[in-house]
């Protein structure tokens, strides 16, 4: 089925912010569908059988399905187009919704450790038969087939609104798995294995609940972008012969293909500066066709081919590497005058650094002036943002 939505999907040429709205509103539909039905069914279920974990295992869906229309809502609202309050687009309301799913997941959580505890202190005689079985076998086929389509869908289009909802459904599968096995044991025992297995599937649900809440409060937070998407840019930008090195890479997520990207691209000093400014556009353009990303490219010129120069740069990075191979300097320049040389560079440190940005000022220029005392260094500490 998923090869069939694709390929309905792909045949419309949709641009790609309403394709990533086609596929999470189809995920939002499907939801509510299967949702609903698994509610109804284990619903009987539980009546029949007098399982609180069967019941509560029903009302667990029927959250699902509220989250599944949370996610097609929130997919319609964050596919609307930039207006003069939201110049970036409305793209994190898919985050929010995320964010919607994972508290509900945690309420139903919550309720349903609150009936479990209340089971196992005052068990009831549980019924089976087959049409029970049925349904609860049933469920946790389709719940199973839901966690296989949103994790490869949530993938296609690095929604993690839909990894939320595939990461609840395995959830769901392996509660009902328990519940299942519960409901057949406690024919054969007096022990509340009903409870019991309650309780395990509402600390299940929980822990689900949790995770999705990560997975969404992190990029509204503003998490750091991702080792693979750093090295894209990196390669993209590094394979231009006239970009010597790249620094200050920040990275601003407005929402699932709605980011925005500025570094700093060092340049030849000596280079033609129309030539090198064409260069630029062009790696603005190759990046937004081949990342869905807006870039701006500031230009550095670096002196190149002096001698003195690349020796002292040599020489500061080294000293750097020695104090910890954590840090790194860029726009390194060197002016010299009749009493003292200045160098001036930045330095990068990673966030909760041994050394106070003033410590490792101190502890570079000592180190620097100890065999050249004639040295003053003019240093800009930076943070590492990726």
Known sequence: ???LIENIISKKNLSHQDERQAYGMFCGGLGIFFNFILFAGK????????????TADAFNNL????????TLIGFRLAGQEADDDHPFGHGRIEYISGLFVAVLILFMGVELLKSSV???FNPSELTISPLIMGILIASILVKLYMYLFNKKIGQKISSSTILAAATDSVSDACSTLV????TIAGNYTTIPIDGWCGLIVGILICRAGVMAAKDTISPLLGQAPEEAFVKEVNDIVMGHEEIIGIHDLIVHNYGPGRVLISLHAEVPADGDVLVLHDVIDSIEHEL???LKCHAVIHMDPVCVG???TERLKALVNGLLLEISEELSMHDFRMVTGPTHTNLIFDVVTPFGFKLSDKELVATLTE???KDNPNFYLVIEIDKKMV
Not at 65 to 70: G, M, T
Not at 179 to 182: D, E, G
């Open 43 to 54: 619903l009987i279920a539980g009546i029949i059988s007098h399982s609180i974990a069967i």
């Open 367 to 369: 180190m620097v002036r």
């Open 63 to 70: 959250s699902d399905a509220a989250s599944s229309i949370i």
């Open 288 to 290: 937004k066709d081949a």
């Open 179 to 182: 519940i299942l096995i519960a």
């Open 306 to 308: 002096d001698e003195e």
């Open 1 to 3: 089925m998923t090869k």
């Open 118 to 120: 209340s089971k196992i």
